[in-house]
């Protein structure tokens, strides 16, 4: 069993920078791979990024990336997704989540939420002026 718990959320302005934290516990921190996704108002849970268990191959979608970085500290047992020039579309829920059986060495498998199998609780980031 794995617990997740997400933090750092809130309301920043357009143009601004947010850092999502992700604490892992129940299981060992650097045999996993881990994932952030979002939901927005109305919208389907969408793929944001990974890291694989090494945080050598590190995924992100074309909407975040140059913006968005995943970072893991394997000795805290997080990850931190840290998100710089924030616009109005990346209002949503953020959600980290465990890849404990696969790799997530490429886009196409980390995207597959169906290869996640412990989520977090979620953590509210809005962007508005």
């Known amino acids: 069993q794995v617990q997740l718990v997400e933090s750092g959320g809130g309301l920043v302005q357009p143009g601004g920078s947010l850092r999502l934290s992700c604490a892992a516990s129940?299981?060992?921190?650097?045999?996993?791979?881990m994932g952030w996704f979002r939901q927005a108002p109305g919208k389907e849970r969408e793929f944001v990024g990974s890291?694989?268990?090494?945080?050598?191959?590190?995924n992100y979608a074309d909407s975040v990336k140059g913006r968005f970085t995943i970072i893991r500290d394997n000795a805290k047992s997080t990850v931190y997704l840290q998100m710089n020039s924030l616009k109005p579309e990346d209002t949503a829920i953020y959600y980290c989540?465990?890849?404990?059986?696969?790799?997530?060495?490429?886009?196409?498998?980390?995207?597959?939420?169906?290869?996640?199998?412990?989520w977090g609780q979620g953590t509210q980031v809005t962007v508005s002026s």
């Open positions: 989540a465990v890849a404990s059986a696969f790799p997530l060495t490429t886009y196409f498998i980390a995207k597959d939420e169906s290869k996640y199998d412990y």
């Open positions: 890291s694989s268990r090494s945080g050598i191959y590190r």
């Open positions: 129940g299981r060992t921190f650097d045999n996993v791979g």
